[in-house]
């Protein structure tokens, strides 16, 4: 059966960056994703109980698409672990639908970073680049759009939708009943 959803559950989309260096940048997201009606899941959303590690692997888990943006950090490494919590969302997001976004120019960009953006697109994970922050919003909005298109068969035509009742033409109502506009419907005899 078909899982029903409250209205409140709509698709949720994940927007994994460094959150001062692309502040910006993350509004843009947020606003792209929120109109498309989508929700946008941000780390910033609040102040939890729980380490962050924990929290953001929580929500990544409960998003449904993983948008990322990479400026020139590559965030910060916790002691203890070998990667950084950017790094560590975006392997965390695999199996998921992937929309990563690198800003250009970045002059300043850490090495660890640019490392990465190397084995982001070896991965087979495509990405596009920005320059101003104000550019994701059309970006991040067209690619949802045609990720959405692409998983929801957008290809296959659409049913045909029954509005009510409507009048017959009357050629049509005089050919389903066997008429004819001159008269009725003769079987020529052979």
């Known amino acids: ?3 029903i959803r409250t209205p409140d559950q709509r698709l949720r989309v994940f927007v994994s960056s460094t959150m001062n260096e692309l502040s910006d940048a993350r509004v843009a997201a947020r606003r792209a994703i929120e109109q498309l009606h989508l929700t946008p899941v941000m780390f910033e959303l609040g ?3 729980y380490p962050p590690r924990d929290l953001y692997l929580a929500y990544l888990a409960q998003s449904d698409v993983f948008v990322a943006i990479y400026g020139e950090s590559y965030g910060t490494v916790e002691p203890g672990r070998s990667v950084s919590g950017l790094e560590d969302e975006f392997l965390a997001a695999a199996g998921k639908p ?3 976004y690198v ?3 970045a002059p300043h960009r850490e090495p660890r970073l640019a490392e990465m953006l190397e084995r ?3 991965s087979g994970v495509s990405y596009r ?3 101003q922050p104000g550019e ?3 970006l991040i909005g067209q690619d949802l759009a045609l990720l959405l298109s692409e998983r929801f068969g957008a290809g296959t035509p659409p049913a045909p939708v029954a509005t009510g009742p409507t009048a017959p033409s009357p ?4 050919t389903r009943c066997g008429c004819s506009p001159t008269g009725p419907r003769r079987r020529a005899h052979t």
């Open 47 to 49: 102040a939890r109980p």
């Open 120 to 122: 982001v697109a070896r």
């Open 103 to 105: 800003q250009l120019p």
């Open 171 to 174: 050629r049509n109502a005089l």
């Open 136 to 138: 994701l919003v059309a």
């Open 129 to 131: 680049t920005f320059a």
């Open 98 to 100: 992937q929309l990563v």
């Open 1 to 3: 059966m078909t899982e």
